[in-house]
């Protein structure tokens, strides 16, 4: 049989719960989460397989797929519905000895070699679809080939107070991985990794055989395989990247991740027209900004209708705003309709929510951000203040 | 069950067309309107909504950018297995082959018609803007055992752009058409969309082109209106007719009324167009903008009133648009300001210009004029 072999494929790990994000995760996978006026998270690892030159991608499902398989389809907005390669959805899945759930993150690629060795890739590209962040991994590539390395982890300078949420790496002067520690509670580093891999197929492929007939072992990449490759004394080379880059695995990381897009000149460039995020379409007329209406310093998508006032916020497509309602440093996701008289401020308004007149939702001085779950109904006398 | 009753025709040969520069370099199907449209999104959603899954463009002159706007018919999701999309160009084999009657496309495209399975034909064109379901008008159709349906659009101010009036009696049948610049007085406008079982659209073309006739409407239509029973249907929703610059203009304005905008995109269903995959529109800190239409990827650092904004514009600091169409990728630089004006895309206006028109007469900028 003719078979297209690819010289890399990528495996992304959509499995994630989130459930540090609250009631947004309750009936969706992270990587389906809204984020930036019009995408969700996946679309951004997504578009970066696509502009790097990866055809091939394999998405593992597992906790609430039913959204996210929904989104995804065939990969068409991606272009990645192809004859040879394009997306293939893996889910866990059931086997003569019984099914089992995906154990850990290694142990998800374990569970799909056979997918993987159908296109005999020299490489495997392991992302997961937590992140927001632009990056070309053919030169990812290219660095791991220059330096021969058994495994490339990309990874990031982070600022000191955040480091101990990474998995954080103490590198040579050859960039090469000396130390690694999954989330200290402590930081010795504060370059963390970007859960992005480059790993030669082969030498993966032994590791995940044994780490899973290691009944000891947690199997999972950062605390499992890394570790013993590097007890085994291979290569493991670290790609320093200088970009964007965010976890939005909290509410408050999510939000600011948003209030990052509405500098005057922000980090993350969406418009980039070389290096587009792509996403499903949702169909929408333009915006249409009414007599009274004012905007300053904010993202706003197709399909709203906005009569009141607007700063620095993000709206997703299909929000309507009434007259006389003030929305401020919040997110508010796609088809929430938002009545009169109306004040929202640091907040995030889960998608198809509904406020009517006069409620009031957060505060301008508040430090938490408050949350409205999908599909609520917000009244006017509940008067939210900073409750998550 | 999702068995096709229709199969719809856009018919772009000898489209009325007085837009000026906005058709030098297309066709008036692939005008841009509404902010993200081109005026063939609107027929072509509408036929699709309406469950018409096979759908024939008659294209003409011009049409390179039809073909790249269209592309396979996905976007419409009229990418099938079974029927979809088919675009049917003149055959230019004979020099002539331009100037004559749209019939002969017809006459020469009759194995296309033969070939498909559904029972009727709807022929539209693409100028007439409007939100439809031609369901209602096949029911209508039926229950007056109507030959031939026209729907028609009622209005009793003299309308923007030029339509052909109708006359009907109290039981909608077609006494009369009259074209755009005939004396007629009614209120009753023809949206240029016919109905009819197909075989008796064959019989008209072979019958009209043996008389020596070659014009679907004036010949096959108008001078049987004694021998068939033709009935208008009339669409009571927004319409827009776009094939003057004033109408071009001044129904783009009527746009920014929310009920307009509502009912044209939304209502009864949603109108598609190619994807074109930008971030949301920005607004600044200096950003002030009221009573406009603005799609997705504009960055607005100035002022916007009263305007249409299409997709990728950029209005700088100090900027100011007002009463003004700006098409895609328009760069309006620092200080300069535009009134009235329709800019076609890539136009740039550089800075501390300024650029007026009236609106009974707006300033027209060619595509990538640099002012």
């Known amino acids: 049989m003719f078979m297209v072999r690819k010289e890399m494929i990528a495996m992304l790990l959509a499995g994630g719960e989130g459930k540090r994000l609250g009631v947004l995760t309750k009936d969706l996978a992270k990587p389906a989460v809204y984020f930036g006026g019009k995408y969700r998270i996946i679309d951004f690892t997504l578009s970066n397989c696509v502009h790097s030159g990866l055809d091939t991608v394999g998405v593992l499902t597992q906790y609430q797929p039913l959204e996210l398989n929904r989104y995804l389809g065939i990969g068409s907005p991606w272009g990645l519905d192809r004859r040879d390669g394009g997306m293939t959805i893996l889910p866990p899945y059931m086997q003569k000895a019984g099914g089992v759930w995906y154990k850990g993150t290694a142990n998800a690629i374990y569970q799909n070699i056979p997918y993987i060795e159908r296109y005999e890739p020299e490489y495997v590209l392991v992302i997961s679809g937590d992140h927001i962040y632009k990056m070309d991994y053919e030169l990812m590539l290219q660095h791991h080939k220059e330096r021969n390395a058994a495994v490339t982890i990309a990874g990031i300078e982070v600022d000191w107070k955040e480091a101990s949420r990474f998995g954080l790496m103490h590198i040579d002067e050859h960039n090469h991985i000396t130390g690694f520690e999954e989330k200290p509670k402590i930081p010795t580093s504060n370059l963390a990794s970007m859960g992005v891999y480059i790993f030669d197929w082969k030498i993966l492929k032994s590791y995940l055989i044994a780490d899973e007939n290691n009944p000891m072992s947690t199997n999972d990449f950062g605390k499992d395989v890394i570790p013993a490759m590097m007890n085994d004394n291979l290569l493991l080379n670290c790609y320093i990247y200088d970009g964007y880059w965010k976890d939005v695995g909290t509410i408050d990381s999510l939000w600011e991740a948003n209030m990052d897009l509405l500098e005057d000149q922000p980090s993350l460039d969406l418009g980039d027209p070389q290096w587009r995020i792509y996403s499903v379409n949702p169909n929408q007329p333009a915006q249409f900004i009414a007599a009274n209406a004012s905007i300053t310093s904010s993202l706003v998508s197709e399909g709203c209708l906005i009569e009141g006032d607007i700063n620095r916020s993000v709206l997703f497509y299909g929000v309507s705003l009434g007259e006389h309602s003030t929305v401020t440093e919040s997110v508010i996701m796609p088809r929430v309709k938002i009545g009169k008289h109306v004040q929202i401020h640091r907040a995030i308004i889960g998608d198809g929510a509904i406020i009517e007149d006069h409620a009031v939702i957060g505060s301008p001085d508040s430090k938490e951000i408050t949350v409205i779950p999908v599909g609520e109904h917000v009244k006017a006398r509940e008067n939210l203040m900073g409750v998550e | ?371």
């Open chain 2, 1 to 371: 069950m999702n068995k096709q009753k229709i199969m719809g025709v856009i018919n772009l040969i000898h489209e009325t067309d007085e837009l000026d520069k906005l058709t030098h370099g297309r066709c008036t199907a692939t005008v841009p309107f509404g902010s993200r449209y081109r005026l063939i999104d609107f027929t072509l959603s509408n036929m699709v909504n309406s469950g018409i899954g096979e759908v024939g463009i008659f294209v003409h002159q011009r049409y390179r950018s039809l073909m790249d706007h269209i592309g396979s018919g996905k976007s419409w999701d009229l990418q099938h297995r079974k029927s979809g999309l088919f675009v049917l160009p003149p055959i230019t084999d004979d020099v002539q082959e331009l100037s004559r009657g749209d019939l002969f496309h017809f006459y020469q495209n009759r194995d296309y018609f033969l070939r498909s399975a559904p029972e009727y034909v709807l022929i539209t064109r693409s100028h007439m803007v409007c939100n439809i379901d031609y369901r209602r008008v096949l029911e209508q159709h039926i229950a007056k055992q109507a030959d031939i349906s026209v729907v028609c659009s009622h209005s009793t101010e003299p309308v923007l752009g030029k339509a052909r009036k109708v006359r009907m009696d109290e039981n909608g049948l077609i006494t009369e058409i009259q074209d755009s610049y005939g004396r007629m007085v009614s209120d009753h406008y023809n949206m240029e969309m016919y109905l009819m079982k197909k075989e008796l659209l064959m019989d008209l073309v072979e019958t009209s082109l043996a008389k020596g006739q070659d014009h679907l409407v004036r010949h096959a239509i108008f001078s049987r209106l004694n021998e068939l029973n033709v009935y208008g249907y009339v669409h009571d929703g927004f319409l827009a007719i776009v094939n003057t610059i004033n109408s071009y203009y001044g129904n783009s304005m009527k746009l920014l009324e929310p009920e307009v905008w509502r009912s044209l995109f939304t209502e009864p269903a949603p109108i598609y167009t190619k994807v074109k995959d930008g971030p949301p529109a920005r607004y600044t800190n200096n950003a002030d903008v009221s009573r406009s239409i603005i799609a997705n990827g504009c960055l607005i650092e100035g002022k916007v009133h009263n305007s249409i904004l299409f997709r990728g514009v950029h209005v700088h600091p100090g900027a100011v648009v007002e009463d003004s169409i700006i098409m895609q990728n328009g760069i309006i630089l620092p200080n300069s300001t535009v009134k009235c004006s329709i800019f076609d895309k890539d136009v740039v206006l550089e800075e501390n210009r300024e650029v007026k028109g009236v609106s009974s007469g707006p300033y027209l900028a060619g595509k990538r004029k640099v002012i």
